[in-house]
């Protein structure tokens, strides 16, 4: 092995490192507790070596978030994949949407609420947010009729997006969660 693959790999094991700290630190603490300061002391490097990697935290953040949508888009494939019948197909997908959002909050928000430099709805959007997208797409498919895939994922997207985030925050009641959801569900698989 030569010297400059082995530095590869050792810069590739460094950001590894910086990602999986940033992401646990964010789980257990908040996305506060992510400093470029606390991150070094966590992984044991200086400061210096984390912004050779990163431009600061919200690159750090936006690193976190690229590593949620690849892990939703293979939860929703997962939920779509074993679904009985087409409907069933949009309730799976809505059910892991939001197991994943409530169970990996830190990271929905990194993905969702906090302001990251990563392109949506464009020619530019990262594969990882396309596939992720598109895991919301296919059990709507069916269901679209005359409107736009894209709008009416959207669409439904932005519903499942405004419960969780209105029950998070105590808007809704919690324990109208699973009713609400089932409404949407239904509105979107006539």
């Known amino acids: 092995m030569s010297i400059q693959t082995r530095r590869q790999r050792e810069r590739a094991e460094r950001e590894r490192l910086i990602i999986t700290a940033a992401r646990e630190l964010a789980e257990s603490e908040g996305w506060d507790a992510v400093t ?24 750090i953040m ?3 978030a ?15 994949a ?8 949009i309730a799976d997908v809505a059910a892991a949407y939001m197991a994943f959002a409530e169970q990996r909050s830190a990271l929905y ?14 020619p530019e959007t990262p594969a990882a947010l396309r596939e992720a997208f598109a895991e919301l797409c296919e059990p709507l498919r069916p269901h679209a009729g005359d409107d736009d895939l894209e709008t009416f994922t959207e669409t439904f997207w932005s519903g499942l997006h405004g419960l969780l985030t209105l029950m998070r925050n105590g808007r809704l009641r919690r324990e109208d969660h699973e ?6 569900v239904n509105r979107f698989s006539r």
Do not use: C, N, W
């Not at 690229?66 to 779509?80: P, Q, Y």
């Open 36 to 59: 470029t300061r606390r991150l070094a002391e966590e992984i044991e490097y200086s400061q210096p070596v984390l912004y050779s990697h990163f431009k600061g935290k919200d690159a």
């Open 62 to 64: 936006a690193a976190v």
């Open 66 to 80: 690229m590593e949620g949508f690849a892990d939703l888009a293979a939860e929703l494939r997962a939920a779509r």
């Open 82 to 89: 074993s679904a009985t019948d087409p409907r069933q197909a």
């Open 109 to 122: 928000d990194a993905m969702f609420t906090h302001t990251v430099d990563l392109t949506f709805a464009s």
């Open 179 to 184: 009713r609400r959801l089932e409404l949407l």
